[in-house]
């Protein structure tokens, strides 16, 4: 949090009695996603689509975020204040999100979780089903939005034994429920909708910088259904994690981080081979 002090001059003495003479506020500014109180993390969502021009936008994400009097944010328009305070805020421009402030959303009486922060508990096919829609909504298909926050948005698990053994909040995930919660989710506020966009892509970047040698592609390559199968099938055949059905249900750090070890080790054998074949063709010419 970054602390500051707020020093509201008055215009006049009738000012001063109908504000209850305050002119000074101290006031506490979150530096990252994980200091935004949950109940705020939405209406800043919405703020940031609205499109408004940098100062304006500073202007409504401070009115949400900070706990002040709506004649103090009168009152800051006109003085240089805001101005100091924009530096402190660009972070939720620049800042990746993967983290998740808002861990449930109450939606028409359900509360629906969203998964940990930095996908630490989701499992691979749950990655690859949201990351289709995802890709198709980078090409502008709308339509695969309910469908891609059906996939991560999940509703609430009552079992706490099971919240703790699976490290998830969120019911386990099942392809025939999709479609019916994708349908309930059509009628999401749009900030929902940028909330949860926000943190996959944010999670998914955190994937290729973290397992780099598993992304020989880089950050930008789409795996289609085949690149999917293909790759699912030669870690069901090499037998570390069982059978393609058990490959899915790995956790996806899990899932990357032998990929490229794999990688890593096939790289290195290819190595040691060319080194041995130059060797001994050295050793041949140098014996003839």
């Not at 949950?38 to 900070?66: D, F, N, S, T, Y």
């Not at 499992?123 to 709308?142: H, M, P, S, T, V």
């Not at 059978?243 to 190595?271: C, D, G, M, P, T």
């Amino acid at each position: 949090m970054i602390n500051a002090k707020l020093h509201i001059s008055y215009p006049s003495w009738w000012h001063a009695i109908r504000f209850r003479f305050r002119k000074r506020y101290e006031i506490s500014i979150p530096s990252s996603w994980t200091e935004v109180p949950p109940a705020k993390v939405l209406p800043v969502m919405k703020a940031m689509l609205e499109g408004h021009p940098p100062r304006k936008l500073c202007l409504q994400i401070l009115r949400e975020l900070l706990p002040l009097p709506a004649s103090v944010f009168y009152r800051i328009k006109s003085i240089d204040f805001l101005e100091r305070l924009i530096p402190h805020i660009e972070w939720i421009s620049n800042t990746s999100m993967t983290a998740t402030p808002l861990k449930a959303i109450s939606f028409n009486g359900v509360a629906y979780a969203m998964p940990a922060e930095d996908f630490q508990n989701l499992r691979l096919q749950e990655y690859k089903e949201a990351d289709k829609y995802y890709q198709q909504i980078l090409k502008g298909d709308n339509e695969a939005l309910p469908r891609f926050i059906a996939v991560l948005l999940r509703e609430m698990e009552d079992d706490a034994a099971q919240r703790l053994k699976n490290n998830d909040l969120r019911q386990p995930f099942y392809l025939a429920d999709l479609e019916a919660r994708a349908q309930t989710f059509k009628r999401l506020p749009a900030e929902v909708g940028f909330y949860v966009i926000q943190y996959f892509t944010a999670c998914k970047v955190s994937l290729y910088e973290h397992y780099p040698a598993a992304f020989e592609g880089g950050k930008n390559t789409e795996q289609s259904e085949a690149s999917w199968n293909d790759a699912l099938t030669d870690v069901a055949e090499n037998g570390t994690f069982g059978s393609f059905q058990e490959v899915l249900q790995l956790r996806v750090h899990i899932f990357y981080e032998w990929i490229a070890k794999n990688k890593r080790r096939i790289k290195e054998q290819e190595l040691r081979e060319l080194q041995d074949a130059i060797k001994n063709n050295h050793n041949k010419f140098a014996s003839a």
